[in-house]
């Protein structure tokens, strides 16, 4: 069998790894238009035994490891259109123009998506970098060793992680939120309100009633201009929207009105052999039951995975996401999935929200930690529709079992008095996320 992989992203050399991996027989074809493209590196818990001490990076993704274990990866080819009557693409390369095409048994699209750059005048400017992603911030990081004084323009947890990174870097920074309360699409006020402090003793500009109206070069670094001010930096970062790179497939598969890409639960697209995946298409978004398009590496991968089964001939359904989310402010872990209490109120639920905060172990222990919680539900079902927690202690992993609660449907009731690990060195009788629960409890029974 036949397995051709248009784009050689994290996706898409993802998928060619599961597959080559359990079917090492099959025949895997990755075109990619980039000549090349980096490997995807990260740390893993794989210890030398020699020096338990010392964790190795290992290069998990790339193509040379891929064509390693049997892919033919193409670089430098650009996949011009594709027939799935006939299953064939039709390929060029770039440096010769030449032009062939190829017969598939499944094809995976894999493209990224591209940037949506925000219409402001100076956007082009070589003193202004557009982040759409993970890899765009790296870039960021890269492209602004020189620079001192930066400017954040955005309200995300991508933005806000690139604050960090340049905090301890020892920039100047300056974030403009464009008129939100810090992190205002993830976490309620309350959350805001501290992250904002937190950013603020680090001395960082925080502008949270500004709307950016331009970027002017001014030849040695850019002026952000704004409603209310104007700010000088040596470079401005702008977060930027993201966009289906599709057109290519335009009256060959089901498309929405914006070029992404229909699936089905089997992350098929309407030409049965044809799948999905990453910036090309949408994910099931499990709080609200609609598909959405938010393309995040985290969904790609576990996409990639669920296809490198099904191409195979098995049926994995897509299990949907709650799009968790964390990020660590100069040591205070935020991590928020599902909806906010107000997202739950625009998409037509009679939801409730409750905030506490509680020590996330006995206060008799030698030291502890206040977490601030919160938890959205459902009134009419008591399903848990979200949740937020922060905290200097790392609360992170927390947000998965809330996670698996939204994608159960699982009630209130249920993550109040579910059964946890009792050992006074880690957690309460009741664990916080038990005395969150039960807190919803309360609420819901006292109205």
Known sequence: MRVIIIGCTFAGMTAASQILRSHPDTEVTIYDRSAVVPSVSYEINDYDDQDVQMPRLRTELSPDQLTIRGADVKMGYLVMSIDPQQKTVKVMGMLDDTTSEEHYDKLIIANDSTSDAPALKGIDSTNVTLVKDQQDAKAALLLSTVDQQIAIIGNTPLSLGLVDAFR?????????????????????????????????????????????????????????????????????????????DTSIYNGVLDMDEKGVITVNEFIQTSAPDVYAIGGSTTVHYNPTGKDIYKPQQAEAVRQAAIVAENVIGKQVHDSGTQLSMSLNLHGTTMAAVGLTFEQAQAAGFDADVVTIEDNYRPEFMPSTTPVLMSLIWDKDSQRILGAQMMSKHDISETMSLISLCIQNKNTIEFLGLYDTMFQPNFDRPFNYVNILGQAAMAKAGSE
């Not at 810090?182 to 959350?191: I, K």
């Not at 950013?199 to 040695?220: P, Y």
């Open 168 to 244: 301890q870097q020892g920039k100047e920074i300056v974030l403009i939120t464009n008129g939100e309360p810090v992190l205002h699409q993830n976490f309620e006020a309350e959350y805001s309100k501290r992250a904002e402090d937190i950013l603020k003793a680090d001395n960082i500009k925080v502008i949270t009633n500004e709307h950016v109206t331009e970027l002017n070069d001014n030849g040695i670094g850019i002026t952000v201009v704004t409603d209310g001010g104007s700010y000088s930096v040596s470079r401005a970062v702008v977060e930027a929207g993201q966009k289906p």
